[in-house]
Structure formats: C-alpha cells, structure tokens
C-alpha cells in the first residue's frame, strides 16, 4: 500500500509531512523532495530501516547512505570537530547543493555503509525537506534511483522505480537543480572534491581561497 500527498496544495502537505514523519519514526522509507534530486529516506539512526533503504535501492554497504539535516546546529552533534573549513563551507553553501564527508562523533550508534569513520552530511535548500527533518531529526537519505539508473526528478519517476516498495511519497514538484549535490571530502589533510555535481570547484575554491584545480586531485 503506498500513498502520494500532492504538497504543492497546502493541506495536502500538512498530512503529507504528519505522515512521512509517522513513517519514517516507525522505521520506514518515505521519498520525498530535495533542492537537487529526489531522495529516499529514513531514520538515520535507525539500522534497519537502512538496510531496507539499502535493498530497496538495491546497492551494498559499500556505498554509504548521506544524512540530511535541518539545520546548520545539528551538524555539530554528529561531527567529531566542526572545523573552520567546514564551518566556512557550511555557511556559504547551506542550505544547498553540497554534501561534505567528516569524521563522524564516534559514540554515535547508526550504520550507514562501510563509512571508516566519516559521515556524508548535507542541508537541502528545500523548503518541504526541512519542513520534514525538522519533525524526524536527520534521515539517512540517498538518490531515488534503484542503482544504477538515472536519479528521480519528480515523485511519478521515483515511483516507477519503486512502487509499492515504498509507503509514502511527497510529491514537491520538480526538483529545481535536477543534478546532485557536490561532494568535498574534508576528512584528509586537505579538501579533495570527490563528486563535482550541483556547486562548482570554482565557487568552493573562491570560498576557500583555494586553486578549483587542486580540490580535483585524485
């Protein structure tokens, strides 16, 4: 049994969110909106419901689930140092389309994927996604796509990809970027982009104070 809440009317979306978030407490998958592409999601601290996030993608742990946040404050519980770096780059892109790895505060109990102690976080600028995270607390959330296939920009293409597999879909319109988010991997010595997406290496680098060319290395 699935159910899709047209959030584009507002009482529609009212009971859209009352209703993911009763799901995703309940240790379901819900796929709802972000800024870039659609995602599905769940509680991140809760394993099962990641494992079911993992089969129903149909990917292995070997490509770790991002978490998605509310705010810019959630991030500091999750991180086992919120650096100038990554401050810099959270207050210049977030809300928005870039995703950063950090080593994770080590007495969190989650398992996103064979994540060697970092964690991939990320704020959407998507109105309906806060509205959502700020009733759950952060959700593991990965591209609604079963692997390999193209990312979902609207709920009818997430649909088509996972059915009945999934409860609850959040159908937010279009998603404005249509691309993913950037990923920058701050957990090394030095900044290293590992996905070039949604944010240029041009405008993290300006932020920075850092040659776009050498956030590219390999």
Excluded: H
């Amino acid at each position: 049994m699935r159910e899709t809440y047209n959030c584009l009317d507002p009482q529609k979306r009212i009971e859209g969110v009352r209703a993911a978030a009763d799901a995703v407490r309940a240790g379901r998958c819900v796929v709802l909106p972000t800024d870039t592409v659609y995602g599905i999601g769940c509680d991140a601290f809760n394993n099962d419901a990641v494992d079911t996030l993992l089969a129903t993608k149909r990917r292995g742990p070997d490509m770790p689930v991002p978490v998605l946040v509310g705010s810019w404050v959630t991030i500091q519980g999750l991180v086992r140092e919120f650096t100038e770096t990554a401050k810099t780059l959270v207050e210049a892109f977030w809300p928005g389309g870039l995703s950063i790895v950090v080593p994770e505060a080590p007495s969190l109990p989650w398992n996103l994927g064979d994540t060697r102690g970092t964690v991939l976080l990320r704020m959407p600028n998507q109105p309906l996604a806060l509205e959502l995270l700020q009733e759950t607390g952060p959700m593991a959330v990965s591209s609604a796509n079963i692997s390999g296939n193209p990312p979902a920009t609207t709920a009818t293409e997430a649909r088509q990809q996972f059915g009945d597999a999934v409860p609850i879909y959040l159908d937010g319109g279009t998603a404005e970027i249509g691309e993913p988010s950037t990923i920058i991997d701050l957990s090394g010595p030095a900044p290293r982009i590992l996905r070039e997406g949604a944010i240029s290496a041009e405008r993290i680098g300006q932020v920075l104070g850092l040659d776009p060319e050498s956030l590219r290395r390999k």
